[in-house]
């Protein structure tokens, strides 16, 4: 309680103590009081609160007021500058005069309280008190002291004078007052520009002026009027105005030249304007007076261009508020902190403003710390069409220095608005021309000073540049791009090579159409139809049909060494007038002079890598790459390879264009159509990031307008009605040396037994004949289905393969794999697991059928399903799939038929796809091809394995073993 207590009493002393508040401020008593410091005698004002007499009189005593204690009184802006600068003068007698203090006495003399004014008479007191003030009025600023020049024989007078209420009065009849005040009567005006404070203080000492003698004049008249002639007016009476015969013959009306002088003063920018009167520069915030002499030595004087000035200094106030303020200080120029000055959005616009006015500017370039070029920029655009390219001329000056292309680049690569010029200063370029310039730059390459644009980048040509900086010829190529490249049906019109053993689907006629026409533009693009619609038929024709288009037919196509033989196969099959060099193995030819000879130079994507060096010193007509998502990674070798190649032309062949996300399209286009998609950063940031992060549709759109043009896709469901129900193809699986060995191993202890039995030998011996070739199959498959055997190695082409095409499909289509050996199927189901790809498996230990068939059709997360042949060759329907894979085909075609009409029954509403797998070169591929030749057999459901051994000779056997 007692510490409650003490708080009690210590908070009413203070409320005792507690002054009573003041009364806000009022003319009728407070004073302003003008007097010296005591001891410095320099000047000192001060606020006193004063009562008065009824006739108005002060009383005493006269209470002394903080200024900034009455700041918190005041109502306006203008009181509280008023009382600021009163405090500027509170006992500060040390303080060196400035054009700052004229600026606080201006605000104190504009009197915004109608306050009465004092000074005070030391001689009645010391001390200020009623008696010892003078109150006096508060007159019109002194703007200007007049010196009047005057000859008289060998003698100049020089005679002030000063204009007080528009009447000149003398230096006899004024009194200067603390320095910065002439009291003239009862008023008391201060001078209000710096330079007039020592002038009055000289001239106070000789009110009536100078006399000199002509030898002292020159070198006054030079050192001391001449400047003064930026303050003051000085009146030269002994100068005649000049005649019009000598003002013609000095040439000072001739020209008028405007300049703007740039200079440095600490943080500032001093900006001077100079009226140039033919050689003689006039600064026009000067009164200096314009002089000149004859050829007979008279001197004579010149008005100034009055009229041309007072425009000159309007359009200068019009372009910073800060110079109208500054027009009424004592300075003979405008001034801005330098990094107002420096600010783009000023000084660019004002500039340009001075070059439309004819203004020269000079300094700028040297004021410290600036590089920036004091031109806005010109900027030129024109596009005109090359042989391959739109050729797009960029043109962008600041003055006379044009900004290279180059440096531009590097800018806007740098989200840079600064481009450095050749001179060493900076342009800036406008905010909204930079991303101008980056889309220019995104949308082609820079060569020498001009940016060349892919033609097939037209539409983007077209969105990118106004109308009126394309070139006729450059509009007309787009209209015509325009209605070309959507015009798909034009097969009608295009004669399908009569060297083509096959008929054309319908849309496959569209397919060879669409190369065509791309051919016409030298446009690349993608063939992208799904696997089965005949993308290697279409474009064989294609390159059927380059015979009569070109003189140099030599066409590179790249593929995945498993597809090598299905080219072989098929250009056999298509097209056998057509010459084929393969560049594979070994031995393969490594001379670029044999190709003028070939038609098709066929080759794997990994002999690419190994011979890269000397295939891209080769010009081809064409490049396909095969399976082009092969070079989806943009970082990969093969990628960097196929990019190296030269040729007329490019095309990308894929039935999976996208894997993994946009980049595979970027890719493969990227090589197809070089710069369709920009660079690699361009396309990150404008389709890759907002469609694989974000899924924006939007810009998935964007990208698929971009691209359509040059993507041709069909799908087997778009071409439904066109594809046979059931397709059936064979897929080579090539070995690698590891597994060719153990397959070679067998095969010629085979051929052994073969070439040492006779033929009833034989036909007695099917057995032994069946489980040779069955260990032939088996190694096929994989070495790994031989357990009890030491082996040579375990790897599998056909898993490999295999694995790639589920991975590919899976996505978009559900898979059957079907396999005669179970050990097979188990190889391949521990792969998927790996893999993390989701599947059913049957063979014929599995006891619930049921539910691992209907867990297949229902489930969407399960995309492929491992069947035994034996299992899973009648009694299922698998309608969800549409691609069957069999992975070691037999002698027997109705088997696999009942094997691929797992998914090809009643309810499939999607065309079927059966893909063999076969290992070229081996006992597989011959007994398909001996199928063939016995079709009946084949045809035949009930024969055994026995009779159809029984019916194959012993020559056949040895044939189908010899390579």
Request: charged content about 25%.
């Amino acid at each position: 309680m007692g510490n409650l207590k003490d708080l009690q009493e210590q908070l009413l002393t203070d409320e005792r103590k507690a002054p009573i508040p003041e009364l806000s401020l009022d003319s009728d008593d407070h004073i302003v009081v003008l007097k010296n410091y005591r001891f410095h005698k320099q000047l000192t004002l001060e606020l006193y609160q004063a009562s008065t007499t009824q006739t108005g009189k002060l009383k005493n005593p006269l209470k002394l007021v903080n200024p900034f204690d009455a700041a918190l009184k005041a109502r306006t802006l203008d009181e509280l500058k008023f009382l600021t600068a009163l405090s500027r003068f509170q006992n500060n007698p040390t303080a060196a005069k400035s054009p700052a203090d004229i600026e606080a006495l201006k605000t104190v003399m504009s009197n915004p309280l109608s306050l009465r004014f004092f000074y005070h008479d030391t001689e009645f007191s010391e001390n200020v008190v009623a008696g010892s003030l003078k109150e006096v009025n508060t007159g019109e600023l002194i703007k200007d002291i007049t010196l009047t020049i005057r000859k008289e024989a060998d003698w100049y007078f020089i005679i002030p004078q000063i204009q007080i209420n528009n009447k000149v009065a003398s230096f006899a009849d004024i009194e200067i007052k603390y320095d910065y005040f002439i009291l003239h009567g009862q008023s008391i005006h201060l001078l209000s520009k710096f330079p007039l404070l020592k002038l009055a203080r000289f001239f106070k000492q000789q009110p009536t002026g100078l006399k000199l003698h002509e030898s002292e004049y020159t070198g006054i008249r030079q050192n001391i009027l001449c400047r003064l002639e930026d303050q003051i007016s000085v009146n030269y009476t002994f100068v005649e105005p000049g005649s019009n015969t000598q003002i013609a013959k000095s040439g000072l009306r001739e020209s008028r030249e405007k300049f703007i002088y740039l200079s440095d003063l600490d943080n500032y920018v001093i900006i001077n304007p100079v009226l140039k009167y033919g050689t003689v520069e006039i600064p026009v915030l000067t009164k200096r007076q314009i002089y000149s002499q004859d050829s007979e030595g008279e001197i004579f004087a010149v008005e100034r261009d009055r009229d041309a000035e007072v425009n000159f200094i309007a359009l200068l106030l019009k372009q910073h508020e800060d110079f109208e303020e500054q027009l009424e200080t004592d300075l003979p120029y405008f001034y801005l902190h330098k990094q107002r000055f420096l600010n783009e959005d000023w000084f660019l616009q004002a500039f340009e403003q001075w070059q439309q006015q004819g203004i020269t500017v000079l300094g700028f370039n040297q004021l410290k710390g600036n590089k920036l070029n004091g031109n806005k920029a010109k900027i030129t655009i024109r596009v005109i069409s090359g042989l391959d390219w739109f050729n797009t001329s960029v043109d962008v000056r600041f003055g006379k220095k044009k900004a290279s292309l180059k440096q531009l680049q590097s800018s806007v690569r740098n989200k840079n608005k600064f481009v450095q010029l050749d001179d060493g200063t900076l342009g800036i370029l406008p905010a909204e021309w930079l991303q101008k310039f980056e889309d220019y730059f995104n949308a082609g390459e820079i060569v020498d000073e001009e940016i060349q644009i892919p033609k097939f980048n037209y539409s983007e040509v077209k969105e990118l540049f106004n109308d009126d900086e394309l070139d006729e010829s450059v509009k007309k190529e787009i209209l015509v791009f325009e209605s070309k490249l959507k015009q798909l049906d034009l097969h009608n019109e295009i004669d399908i090579p009569a060297d083509l053993n096959a008929s054309l689907r319908e849309y496959q006629k569209q397919g060879f159409a669409w190369l065509n026409l791309l051919d016409d533009f030298n446009f690349g693009g993608c063939l992208a139809d799904d696997m089965g619609l005949g993308k290697t038929l279409q474009v064989i024709a294609f390159i059927l049909g380059q015979r009569k288009k070109t003189q140099q037919n030599t066409n590179l196509v790249v593929v995945p060494t498993s597809l090598i033989f299905n080219w072989q196969t098929e250009v056999q099959q298509f097209a056998p007038s057509l010459k084929l060099l393969t560049l594979y193995g070994a031995g393969r030819i490594k001379d670029i002079s044999v190709f003028d000879n070939y038609e098709i130079v066929l080759t794997s994507y990994g002999t690419l890598l190994s011979d890269i060096t000397f295939l891209t010193k080769y010009r081809f007509n064409y490049i396909f790459l095969d399976e082009s998502q092969n070079i989806k990674n943009i970082d990969s070798q093969r990628y960097y390879a196929a990019r190296q190649l030269q040729s007329r032309n490019k095309i990308a062949i894929t039935g999976t264009p996208v894997e993994n996300n946009t980049f595979d399209l970027y890719a493969q286009l990227s090589f197809a159509c070089p710069g369709l998609l920009g660079n690699k950063q361009s396309f990150r940031d404008l389709f890759a990031i907002p469609i694989d992060k974000f899924k924006s549709s939007r810009h998935a759109l964007q990208l698929q307008q971009k691209v359509a043009p040059f993507i041709l896709r069909r799908t087997k469901r778009d071409v439904a009605r066109e594809l046979p129900l059931k397709t059936e193809m064979v897929l080579y699986c090539p070995m690698e040396e590891a597994q060719r060995k153990v397959y070679e191993t067998y095969e010629q202890e085979f051929r052994d037994y073969i070439a040492g039995t006779n033929e009833e030998e034989l036909s007695q011996n099917s057995i032994h004949i069946l489980r040779s070739l069955t260990r032939l199959r088996q190694i096929c498959d994989s070495p790994l289905l031989l357990e009890d055997e030491k082996l040579f190695g375990d790897s599998s082409s056909k898993i490999e393969i295999l694995l790639e095409q589920i991975e590919n499909k899976a996505q978009y289509h559900k898979v059957l794999v079907f396999s005669q050996f179970v050990s097979m199927l188990e190889l391949i189901k521990k792969e998927l697991q790996h893999r993390g790809i989701a599947f059913e498996y049957l063979t014929g230990s599995t006891r619930d059928r049921e539910s691992v068939v209907n867990n297949f059709q229902n489930n969407p997360s399960i995309r492929v399903f491992l069947i035994s042949l034996k299992a899973g060759g009648t009694g299922l329907n698998l309608t969800e799939a549409d691609y069957v894979y069999l992975v070691d085909p037999w002698w027997n075609p109705a088997v696999e038929n009942q094997a691929i009409d797992r998914s090809y029954r009643i309810g499939q509403e999607k065309a079927v796809m059966a893909v063999r797998l076969i290992c070229p070169d081996t006992i597989e591929e011959k007994i398909v091809k001996l199928q063939a030749t016995k079709r009946a057999l084949s045809n035949d459901l009930l024969k055994p394995a026995a009779a159809f051994f029984t019916s194959i000779t012993k020559a056949e056997w040895l044939s189908m073993l010899d390579h």
